[in-house]
């Protein structure tokens, strides 16, 4: 299986979880996958948008925005 990895990690401030790392899309997905109360439009083109980039060879730059507007939707910092 092959990794795709963004050009620069997206840093988290994670609520009793202090701060991740997400390297790219699969991490951003499980990452995701752990937030409670999700759902809505930016948290499900950022699940889209990662799907895409690791089955169809999507844009990463691309997975990596969604990812962003989703955590900014969440109330999330990140760096």
Known sequence: ????????PVKLSMPGDGERCINGPREALHCLAEWTDAGGWFYE?????????IEMN???ALSRQAF???AIDASLQWD
């Open 68 to 70: 962003i507007a989703a």
């Open 1 to 8: 299986m092959q990794e795709f990895m963004w050009d620069q």
């Open 45 to 53: 083109r950022a699940k889209n948008r990662c799907h895409a980039a």
């Open 58 to 60: 999507g844009d990463l």
